[in-house]
């Protein structure tokens, strides 16, 4: 669907625009109308029904794990659902058979989400943690391949950076790292929603995400890829009753973990979160994620010349096109933070970050709106 086309009626599903001018999808995404309807439903269901429509949310949840799974082009039994990125970085962390001798590769721009459990895996199993040091904010792959051995167990990177949205080479970094006899996991938040992801293309072993930025979706929502061939190799650290292959069964027994990703489901699941993110992934597939990639660049571009004509103002992130995305890091102020909170006073939502701004438009934004802030910043950095 062509969004410059439908931009009036794209825009009348976001009842944020009615108040500000949100430049903010790095940190949380604002929920469209057809989202906050169908979380509203199963809400209203449980209100006045109890759980007698559980196994129609039990049947949605299912198909909602069929559309994640076209979405990134995986396999409905590689996806668990779990409450945030943080919890399926977990999962794999505390599952993965740990031997005295392995490395663990990470890099000093990740998000703690993505530092924290392997570092307590480290010290608990006397592990040796390998750190690629950034360039001038950017990851280079000869650093990567330099740290990588055949010790390697995992190599944990975000596909792209939070603070300043360097979006690293999965591909090549797959490759690299399967060839060491490693396993590569990325942190799939900053990406998931304004980028194709082809996890078969990019050949990752694990991917973790939360819905509640670039995808649109509630708060608590998020899900867990596994390769299918990896999904017996990896040990639940928590488990519940829908661990089991036959969970509605509630009888004494042994456990029989699920043959696919639903054995890292421990407990109850978040329909509302659920039907919610299901339904902001229906709006994103309508209009095409290469699409929406298209429109966010075109917005990017526009903020990008922009700031290169304010006085004292630079791009930090990077300007080649493979590491380009939704996310700009501006530099030059004396006092980022200060910038931001007088920038809502107006109504104009952004975030500092790393000492600089951080600027993230989303495929329903408009050139009105970059121009807005561009102005914006053009009278403050001038007062």
């Given at each position: 669907?062509?969004?410059?086309?439908?931009?009036?009626?794209?825009?009348?599903?976001?009842?944020?625009?009615?108040?500000?001018?949100?430049?903010?999808?790095?940190?949380?995404?604002?929920?469209?109308?057809?989202?906050?309807?169908?979380?509203?439903?199963?809400?209203?269901?449980?209100?006045?029904?109890?759980?007698?429509?559980?196994?129609?949310?039990?049947?949605?949840?299912?198909?909602?794990?069929?559309?994640?799974?076209?979405?990134?082009?995986?396999?409905?039994?590689?996806?668990?659902?779990?409450?945030?990125?943080?919890?399926?970085?977990?999962?794999?962390?505390?599952?993965?058979?740990?031997?005295?001798?392995?490395?663990?590769?990470?890099?000093?721009?990740?998000?703690?989400?993505?530092?924290?459990?392997?570092?307590?895996?480290?010290?608990?199993?006397?592990?040796?943690?390998?750190?690629?040091?950034?360039?001038?904010?950017?990851?280079?792959?000869?650093?990567?391949?330099?740290?990588?051995?055949?010790?390697?167990?995992?190599?944990?990177?975000?596909?792209?950076?939070?603070?300043?949205?360097?979006?690293?080479?999965?591909?090549?970094?797959?490759?690299?790292?399967?060839?060491?006899?490693?396993?590569?996991?990325?942190?799939?938040?900053?990406?998931?929603?304004?980028?194709?992801?082809?996890?078969?293309?990019?050949?990752?072993?694990?991917?973790?995400?939360s819905g509640y930025k670039w995808l649109l979706s509630p708060?608590?929502?998020?899900?867990?890829?596994?390769?299918?061939?990896?999904?017996?190799?990896?040990?639940?650290?928590?488990?519940?009753?829908?661990?089991?292959?036959?969970?509605?069964?509630?009888?004494?027994?042994?456990?029989?973990?699920?043959?696919?990703?639903?054995?890292?489901?421990?407990?109850?699941?978040?329909?509302?979160?659920?039907?919610?993110?299901?339904a902001a992934i229906e709006i994103l597939e309508s209009f095409?994620?290469?699409?929406?990639?298209?429109?966010?660049?075109?917005?990017?571009?526009?903020?990008?010349?922009?700031?290169?004509?304010?006085?004292?103002?630079?791009?930090?992130?990077?300007?080649?096109?493979?590491?380009?995305?939704?996310?700009?890091?501006?530099?030059?102020?004396?006092?980022?933070?200060?910038?931001?909170?007088?920038?809502?006073?107006?109504?104009?939502?952004?975030?500092?970050?790393?000492?600089?701004?951080?600027?993230?438009?989303?495929?329903?934004?408009?050139?009105?709106?970059?121009?807005?802030?561009?102005?914006?910043?053009?009278?403050?950095?001038?007062?």
């Amino acid at each position: 669907m062509n969004i410059e086309g439908h931009i009036d009626e794209l825009r009348a599903q976001f009842p944020v625009i009615k108040r500000y001018t949100y430049l903010n999808h790095a940190a949380v995404g604002p929920l469209p109308q057809r989202v906050l309807d169908e979380v509203s439903r199963i809400n209203q269901d449980k209100g006045y029904s109890g759980g007698l429509h559980w196994m129609d949310w039990e049947e949605e949840a299912e198909e909602t794990r069929k559309i994640i799974a076209r979405l990134i082009n995986a396999h409905p039994e590689e996806i668990a659902f779990v409450q945030n990125t943080s919890v399926g970085l977990s999962i794999i962390a505390n599952g993965l058979n740990w031997e005295k001798t392995d490395n663990i590769v990470i890099n000093d721009l990740e998000f703690p989400s993505n530092l924290f459990p392997w570092q307590i895996q480290a010290k608990r199993h006397r592990l040796v943690t390998k750190t690629v040091q950034n360039r001038n904010e950017k990851l280079a792959m000869e650093d990567f391949e330099e740290k990588i051995d055949r010790h390697t167990k995992i190599v944990a990177v975000s596909h792209v950076q939070f603070s300043n949205g360097f979006k690293v080479d999965l591909q090549r970094l797959s490759k690299l790292a399967h060839e060491n006899g490693g396993y590569v996991i990325t942190d799939a938040v900053q990406s998931l929603g304004q980028m194709p992801i082809d996890v078969k293309k990019l050949d990752v072993d694990f991917l973790a995400t939360s819905g509640y930025k670039w995808l649109l979706s509630p708060i608590a929502t998020g899900f867990l890829y596994i390769k299918k061939d990896l999904i017996d190799e990896i040990e639940p650290s928590i488990v519940g009753y829908r661990t089991d292959e036959n969970y509605h069964e509630y009888s004494y027994r042994t456990i029989n973990p699920a043959k696919n990703a639903r054995r890292f489901e421990h407990g109850q699941i978040n329909f509302p979160g659920i039907a919610g993110m299901r339904a902001a992934i229906e709006i994103l597939e309508s209009f095409g994620i290469h699409n929406i990639e298209r429109r966010i660049r075109e917005l990017v571009d526009r903020l990008i010349i922009g700031i290169s004509e304010l006085k004292g103002l630079k791009v930090l992130s990077s300007l080649k096109p493979e590491h380009r995305n939704g996310i700009v890091k501006v530099g030059g102020l004396e006092s980022p933070d200060e910038v931001v909170t007088k920038l809502k006073e107006d109504n104009i939502v952004i975030s500092s970050r790393a000492g600089g701004l951080r600027i993230s438009p989303h495929f329903y934004n408009t050139e009105g709106e970059i121009k807005q802030l561009l102005d914006a910043l053009s009278f403050l950095t001038q007062s």
